[in-house]
């Protein structure tokens, strides 16, 4: 197969590393081809059908949020209670490029328990904050739902975010995918939009322990380096 961030065709492959979590039997049977270019892995496509069902129905339930929410019996949002240093630690770094002091639009891709955008709701009140996700946890009244990704959503919110963040979220993008939700990413950001984006550094020829399910894009620094100039992103850190 052909690298979608090279074009370059694929010579390598590996298998997923063997896993008890609940998943899709395919990916018992599913290689991840490589790019010896870009050191960007993708895998065999799915059934979009058969992945939204798994994620709708099975991959989030299972995870410890959701552990989290029943034993410590929070209905509300819990990281109120709790330090959620990944967060704080996004909000510190993306503090460096924009104003939280503004009224801005913030969009999180991904959301799931909301532990960003509640976190920075503490620091900014002034902003809207929006939530896009298969299945959002512990909803807040100042957390908007808006659509799953698509070109409807690029039409809807066409340049109206200040910033966009997606972390741990791209990975579970398949490798055709990944292209064309970036770019429609890039139609929902404002001119001077920020895009802060987290994924897994998963070189697998280094790192043969990333070759985890559910993970359908596995990225090195270069293969990240090719998509930002590819999608004509200035990157800033």
């Known amino acids: 197969m052909k690298c979608p961030i090279c074009s370059l065709e694929t010579k390598k492959s590996y298998k997923y590393t063997q896993t008890t979590m609940h998943k899709l039997v395919d990916f018992d049977n599913k290689f991840i081809n490589f790019c010896n270019t870009c050191a960007y892995g993708f895998n065999q496509p799915f059934k979009k059908k058969d992945l939204d069902l798994y994620y709708e129905d099975y991959y989030s339930g299972k995870l410890h949020k959701h552990l989290f929410k029943r034993f410590f019996k929070l209905e509300e949002d819990y990281t109120v209670f709790t330090q959620d240093m990944r967060a704080l630690s996004q909000i510190s770094l993306i503090s460096n490029y924009i104003n939280f002091n503004l009224n801005l639009n913030i969009l999180e891709i991904g959301s799931s328990t909301n532990n960003f955008l509640c976190s920075l709701f503490h620091i900014n009140k002034k902003s809207e904050f929006f939530s896009s996700d298969y299945k959002t946890i512990n909803n807040k009244p100042y957390i908007k739902n808006v659509d799953l990704i698509s070109d ?64 359908t894009s596995f990225f090195s620094i270069e293969s990240f380096k090719k998509i930002s100039k590819k999608m004509m992103f200035e990157t800033i850190f």
């Open 152 to 215: 409807k959503m690029a039409n809807n919110y066409k340049e109206k975010f200040d910033l966009i963040v997606m972390s741990h979220t791209l990975e579970h993008f398949q490798g055709l995918e990944i292209i064309e939700t970036l770019g429609i990413i890039k139609k929902m950001l404002k001119k001077n939009g920020l895009f802060f984006i987290e994924v897994p550094n998963a070189d697998l020829n280094k790192y043969t322990h990333e070759r985890i399910v559910p993970h």
